[in-house]
């Protein structure tokens, strides 16, 4: 006759699957973290390569961080129509395909609730002071590029080979905000260290992945990337 679990058995079994568990799903969730945070470091190297085919077709200049009511991932974006570009933002409902379908420019880490909107994770750096990120004047910008005036004016950026420390020197980062939005100028700009980012969702609080000018990205305290934003 076979033999059947007592009860006693059977709650032993069903404790040590508890116990494992237990070690196990903290671990799973740092996992996912850990590739979230993959995903968005891809996300800039991506960044990367259109700011730096942007630059080849102009002039070797980067985008501004808007350019009137032109963002910068509009500026990047080819497949948009200027009467596109132009627009303030753009509507899950109503967007091209080339701004719904463009993964690369939304971090999963990224939990802001842009409501109707498209949601963007990513700021081009205007300088660490807010003097810089508003200038109309290439003199008075010591970050990549400007957002130009507080109502969507011209902004400003530098050449790719006007930087004498590309490596030291940011380019893009995260910027998690519920009004950072595709096609929207404003929050396009990385400001000084205590506004631009946000809240950290990565996994270590105040933490962000920042572009840098030579290619390369960074996991860093904002404080750190603060130092960092002046050309």
Known sequence: MKQKFTLIELLVVIAIIAILASFLLPVLGKA???????????NLKQQSYRLYIFSDDNDSYFPAASLNKQSWDDQINYDLTNAQ????NFNVASAPASVLGDSTMLCPSDKSDHGSKVGRSYSING?????????????????????GTEHGGVGVSHQVNSFDAPS??????ERFHNSNRRGQFSYSV???????AGESMHKYTDYFQYLFVDGHTGYLHKEVAYTMQDK
């Open 190 to 196: 990385l400001r000084r260290a205590d506004v631009h």
């Open 85 to 88: 570009k132009n627009s303030s």
């Open 32 to 42: 996912r973290k850990t590739a979230k945070q993959a995903v968005c470091t891809s």
């Open 127 to 147: 300088g660490k002071n807010d003097g810089s990120y508003r200038a109309t004047n290439i003199d008075n910008l010591t970050g990549v590029g400007s957002s």
């Open 168 to 173: 030291n020197t940011i380019l893009m980062g």
